[in-house]
């Protein structure tokens, strides 16, 4: 137990002043490209932080480098395909060599697949199990050694509602979230001592290209989860951002292995 001097319960002088400071932290954003991960990478622009937008969409990439750049924030893109190790090896090596360190590593990569459970082809499958789980993993594991490796860093993972309820036609995407979420405690669980923190963001249904893309297939989905909605709206990408600016920051010193639900009390019903 570590020991506790005088003062140790008092609340410094300013102290509140740095709690959600992330200026100047080198923050990684997988999925960077497009939807929520953009969103999150030009939040954490417009409050200061290195943005590494790392997409295997160039272009998605290069936009949401460009929303960061056009409000004097600092952000460059990186091609990486998340479920590819070597390369998100090599990404977390090139990224610790250009700028330092990495603080912050946000997995926003991920994508979804519709389709009946007796019907789900495996190889869609297995593309959406690689990607949204194996994809969080390998880069928790390699930007995790990083930080590991200084004592210091926080992971954000985004889970999903579909990680605690069902809904139909998901049955892949609900397994892969619901993994996303234990990996979450799981390494949180292994590197509380270590310095590093991991904790997942887990959003309602949102507004995203993700969704439209979904929704023009099928709004069985759709249909069934805005049914069940509080209020009949879709969250908005940019109110993920100041959940991730908590987790990223040191307001969240205490805060491991935990998903905070942005789902609009959809989880209460
Ligand atoms: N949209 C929603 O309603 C919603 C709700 C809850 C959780 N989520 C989760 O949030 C995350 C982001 O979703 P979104 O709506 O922003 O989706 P999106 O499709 O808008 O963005 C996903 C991004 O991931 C990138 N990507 C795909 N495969 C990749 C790979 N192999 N390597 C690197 N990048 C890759 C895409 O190029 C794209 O830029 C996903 O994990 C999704 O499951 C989304």
Redesign the pocket.
């Known amino acids: 137990m570590t020991a506790t001097g005088p003062g140790a319960t008092e609340v410094p002088r300013g102290y509140v002043e740095h709690l959600f400071d992330i200026r100047g932290r080198v923050a990684v954003v997988?999925?960077g490209?497009?939807?929520?991960?953009a969103a999150i990478a030009v939040g954490f622009g417009q409050a200061g932080a290195r943005v590494v937008v790392?997409?295997?969409?160039d272009d998605?990439a290069a936009s949401t480098v460009e929303q960061v750049e056009s409000v004097g924030g600092d952000a460059r893109a990186l091609h990486?395909?998340?479920?590819d190790r070597a390369a998100v090896e090599a990404a977390a090596d090139q990224i610790c060599g250009e700028l330092g360190s990495v603080d912050v590593l946000v997995n926003?990569?991920?994508?979804?697949f519709r389709c009946p459970a007796e019907e789900f082809p495996e190889d869609r499958f297995d593309y959406i199990l690689s990607?949204?789980l194996k994809?969080t993993y390998l880069c928790c594991q390699a930007f995790g050694r990083k930080m590991l490796a200084r004592g210091k860093g926080s992971i954000i993972n985004?889970?999903?509602?579909g990680a605690f309820v069902a809904y139909p036609l998901a049955s892949a995407y609900l397994a892969s979230?619901g993994g996303v979420l234990q990996v979450t405690r799981a390494l949180a669980l292994e590197w509380r001592d270590r310095g590093v923190r991991v904790n997942g963001i887990g959003?309602?249904?949102?507004e995203?290209?993700?969704?439209r893309s979904a929704a023009q297939r099928s709004s069985v989905t759709a249909d069934f989860i805005t049914a069940r909605m509080l209020r009949p709206r879709l969250g908005l990408p940019r109110e993920l951002i100041g959940a991730a600016i908590f987790l990223a920051s040191d307001a969240s010193e205490l805060v491991t292995g935990h998903t905070i639900m942005c789902d609009d009390g959809y989880l209460t019903a």
């Open positions: 997988t999925g490209g497009s939807g929520l991960g790392a997409d295997i969409n998605g990486l395909d998340v479920v926003s990569a991920g994508s979804a990607l949204n994809g985004m889970a999903s509602i979230k959003p309602t249904l949102m995203s290209p993700l969704t």
